[in-house]
């Protein structure tokens, strides 16, 4: 626990620390990529090309420093981290290096003001948030290994079946080497996945597009430009070819309620809405599943979308097309605004929705959702990525 004294210098520096925030991160992941490569594979290196990750963690550092004396408002956000980290396997002794890196940044870029004081209280800080998150993961680890199917670390998984579903996006269907079970997750979960690419190690995760069934699990991944793992995935990779796989993780999951349920989609990100979409029909809950794209030829899973429909009359797709082709057959042309929104809301009490696209896409829907008037507790969404601000 961080001292009285030690919080105080915390508050008093955090301004700032806040203004240089942007340049600490700068400053500390090429230093703790030089100087300990071996953790370079755990990132991935567009979201450092893109300053998605830097910019992720500097926000993370000014709301911790920000709340300092009342952690519990960050529950949201370090249950978040607890998931990602468990998805890459995350161990203590790379908490050390991250520590020693982060502070040397800190020093770096503040110069003399990183008094001998300061870097005691940011020090203990960091080990206060530290020690938190290896007690947090250590639990989520053990949880996970002694559910049914479940395991610790990598398990090897081979590729069982590779399925074009559009232009864009393939589907490859999972199953374990050793012909064991596998453990359910929560729909809207991802997988995290290591791999060899060019005799390089690299990690990605990517959200299970199909309802657990104990035997295998299917992703389904977009081909990305200069995408280096779903090129190859696309490209290269093989049915029979093994791969390491952690267990499924994440937290945007179905949340409680029996009230109709919005799931809006952009491009590939109606992968954890799949299952989803399945779990809250189960339910006997109403479900609007809209999904937008740029025309026919890049919309995957239309036809398992439309037989559920046949099967469910509680489900209705929406299908948007931005730049329909000759044949296409949406429901809407053009963009989802609020107008559009707001005819597609339910009227009933209890509404949830659920958001996952591109960041724009996302950022536009909630806020027209907002302007409609459904409260921000109601709307949950979804990275890809590092947690970035939606705005």
Not at 120 to 143: C, F, P, S, T, V
Not at 221 to 237: I, M, T
Not at 345 to 350: D, H, Y
């Amino acid at each position: 626990m961080l001292t009285p004294a030690q919080i105080a210098v915390i508050k008093a520096t955090a301004p700032v620390v806040a203004t240089n925030a942007n340049r600490i991160t700068g400053t500390f992941y090429p230093l703790m990529f030089e100087r300990f490569p071996e953790v370079r594979a755990v990132f991935n290196q567009s979201h450092q090309r893109s300053s998605a990750q830097p910019e992720a963690l500097a926000n993370a550092i000014i709301a911790y420093a920000s709340n300092i004396d009342r952690l519990e408002v960050l529950g949201p956000a370090v249950e978040g981290i607890v998931q990602k980290h468990v998805s890459l396997n995350i161990t203590p002794d790379q908490y050390k290096i991250v520590g020693t890196c982060l502070m040397e940044a800190i020093g770096k870029v503040l110069g003399d003001a990183v008094t001998a004081e300061v870097a005691d209280a940011w020090g203990a800080a960091y080990w206060q948030l530290a020690d938190l998150l290896i007690a947090a993961e250590e639990k989520e680890y053990a949880r996970k290994a002694a559910l049914t199917g479940g395991w610790r670390g990598a398990r090897r998984f081979r590729i069982a079946e590779k399925t074009p579903e559009s232009a864009v996006i393939t589907s490859f269907r999972l199953a374990p080497v050793d012909g064991g079970r596998v453990m359910d997750f929560q729909p809207g979960q991802y997988l995290g996945l290591r791999l060899t690419v060019d005799g390089e190690t690299v990690h990605r995760n990517y959200s299970l597009s199909a309802s657990p069934n104990g035997r295998d699990y299917r992703i389904s991944v977009k081909r990305e430009p200069q995408g280096v793992v779903s090129g190859f995935l696309h490209d290269r990779a093989q049915l029979g070819d093994e791969i390491d796989v952690y267990p499924p993780a994440g937290e945007f999951v179905l949340r409680e309620g029996t009230g109709p349920l919005l799931l809006i989609t952009g491009g590939v990100g109606q992968t954890p809405a799949l299952p989803l979409a399945e779990q809250a029909l189960a339910a006997g809950r109403k479900v609007i599943y809209v999904h937008a794209a740029l025309n026919g030829s890049v919309h995957a899973f239309r036809e398992q979308i439309d037989r559920l429909a046949e099967l469910h009359e509680t489900l209705k797709p929406v299908y948007c097309y931005a730049d329909p082709q000759p044949g296409d057959r949406p429901h809407m042309v053009g963009l989802l605004d609020q107008d559009r929104l707001g005819d597609l809301l339910p009227k009933e009490a209890g509404v949830a929705a659920y958001v996952v696209g591109p960041k724009p896409f996302m950022a536009a829907v909630v806020k027209a959702l907002t302007a409609l008037g459904l409260p921000e507790s109601a709307i949950v969404h979804e990275f890809f990525g590092p947690r970035e601000a939606l705005a």
